[in-house]
């Protein structure tokens, strides 16, 4: 943390030397632990993209606020030439964990935690390869399964009979998201009967269960451009949908826009976090909100880190252990829709319900 300012003052039997931290008084000596550093490198999208690079950076606020002798700081990449640098700035400093967030940044934290096999890292929403790894968590989300909650709550509600979804990038980790929404559409179609139509991502067969999300889609090419999805959002809208899930971080605030723009009748499910939390002055915009659990995740890396029981491997998050969740509204959302989307939930814990969109035909 740069240069290290030290102070002495004497008075009395008693010293302190500040930047030491060492204490002595009448004989005895106390030295005071350093400060535990987390830190964050996130993707383009920024630290304020009221998405997951948010929930990253509030997982370590949340362990600060439990171990005061965490210290957390973040570097934000604007491009990914930054991804490597940032990193490395970050171990040159002396951080306890390293935390890395998006699919971007598999290749700079492979090679980072490759070089570096002393340093601990986590990955937001990979799983990098390394070499016997004893010092990387990857921090993963079975997000179709609460995006499967969230298509049967934009298909009971819609009033249009058409809803809507779009991605930031084609990767697995926006995929599945969008897989998980069109088939709690095509399983709500099917369950009442109903002929619901879902725009922006035709699913094709794929292995699921190993991570092939396979279909066409329309996607912006990034997770920043709030005019693109602005642009696309207007014209789901104009094709009849009443209700859009944007998958892609900061750019869904676009998608905000347009339902602002659009009027009364209008909406938008938020993707990662609590919309009403973290963009809460749009709230009224948000049906719900299909979330991972980013920052309990980043929170737990950073404590176990900072304890010394931190555990390399993988963490899914589910909708059983809390790590994948859809958060509605009471106060909008009927109470027998609720029940129902209780009932469902338990049927996917179980496995009872099929998250593959082919299980169900297409509307």
Same mark, same amino acid.
């Given at each position: 943390? +740069?240069? =290290?300012?030290?102070?002495?003052?004497?008075?009395?039997?008693? @010293?302190?030397?500040?930047?030491?931290?060492?204490? @002595?008084?009448?004989?005895?000596?106390? /030295?005071?632990?350093? #400060?535990?550093?987390?830190?964050?490198?996130?993707?383009?999208?920024?630290?304020?993209?009221? @998405?997951?690079? %948010?929930?990253?950076?509030?997982?370590?606020? !949340?362990? %600060?606020? =439990?171990?005061?002798?965490?210290?957390?700081?973040?570097?934000?990449?604007?491009?990914?030439?930054?991804?490597?640098?940032?990193?490395?700035?970050? =171990? *040159?400093?002396?951080?306890?964990?390293? =935390?890395?967030?998006?699919?971007?940044?598999? &290749?700079?934290?492979? #090679?980072? %935690? *490759?070089?570096?096999?002393?340093? #601990?890292?986590?990955?937001?929403? !990979?799983?990098?390869t390394v070499k016997k790894n004893t010092h990387?968590?990857?921090? /993963?989300?079975? /997000?179709?399964?609460?995006?499967?909650?969230?298509?049967?709550?934009?298909?009971?509600?819609?009033?249009?009979?058409?809803?809507?979804?779009? +991605?930031?990038?084609?990767?697995?980790?926006?995929?599945?998201?969008? !897989?998980?929404?069109? %088939?709690?559409?095509?399983?709500?179609?099917?369950?009442?009967?109903?002929?619901?139509?879902?725009? &922006?991502? /035709?699913?094709?067969?794929?292995?699921?269960?190993?991570?092939?999300?396979? &279909?066409? &889609?329309?996607?912006?090419?990034n997770f920043t451009d709030q005019t693109a999805g602005k642009t696309i959002t207007a014209g789901d809208f104009a094709a009849g949908a009443d209700i859009v899930f944007p998958v892609a971080g900061s750019v869904g605030l676009g998608s905000v826009a347009a339902a602002k723009a659009a009027g009364p009748g209008h909406s938008i499910m938020w993707v990662d976090s609590d919309g009403c939390v973290s963009d809460a002055p749009d709230c009224t915009y948000f049906i719900g909100s299909v979330t991972k659990g980013v920052e309990s995740s980043t929170k737990n890396a950073v404590l176990t880190a900072a304890a010394g029981t931190f555990k390399a491997g993988a963490y899914l998050g589910t909708l059983k252990n809390g790590g994948a969740a859809l958060i509605i509204d009471a106060k909008t959302v009927p109470a027998s829709l609720r029940a129902k989307i209780k009932s469902i939930t338990a049927g996917i814990v179980t496995g009872k319900i099929s998250l593959d969109p082919n299980s169900y035909p297409a509307r």
């Open positions: 943390m +740069g240069s =290290i300012r030290r102070l002495a003052m004497t008075l009395g039997a008693a @010293s302190l030397v500040l930047g030491t931290l060492t204490v @002595s008084v009448a004989g005895t000596v106390a /030295t005071a632990a350093p #400060k535990f550093k987390a830190c964050v490198v996130t993707d383009i999208g920024g630290i304020n993209d009221k @998405s997951f690079n %948010a929930s990253a950076y509030q997982g370590l606020k !949340d362990a %600060a606020k =439990i171990n005061k002798n965490v210290q957390i700081s973040y570097l934000s990449s604007t491009s990914e030439a930054d991804y490597a640098p940032n990193i490395n700035s970050f =171990i *040159n400093k002396g951080c306890g964990i390293i =935390i890395t967030v998006g699919f971007l940044m598999d &290749g700079a934290t492979a #090679k980072a %935690a *490759n070089a570096h096999p002393n340093q #601990k890292f986590a990955i937001v929403d !990979d799983v990098p990387v968590l990857a921090l /993963t989300y079975a /997000t179709n399964q609460d995006g499967f909650l969230g298509g049967y709550l934009a298909a009971a509600s819609t009033k249009t009979g058409t809803v809507a979804t779009y +991605g930031g990038m084609n990767f697995p980790t926006v995929a599945i998201y969008m !897989d998980g929404f069109v %088939a709690g559409v095509r399983y709500y179609d099917k369950t009442m009967g109903a002929a619901v139509k879902a725009l &922006g991502w /035709t699913p094709k067969p794929g292995n699921r269960a190993k991570g092939n999300f396979a &279909g066409s &889609g329309t996607f912006v090419g």
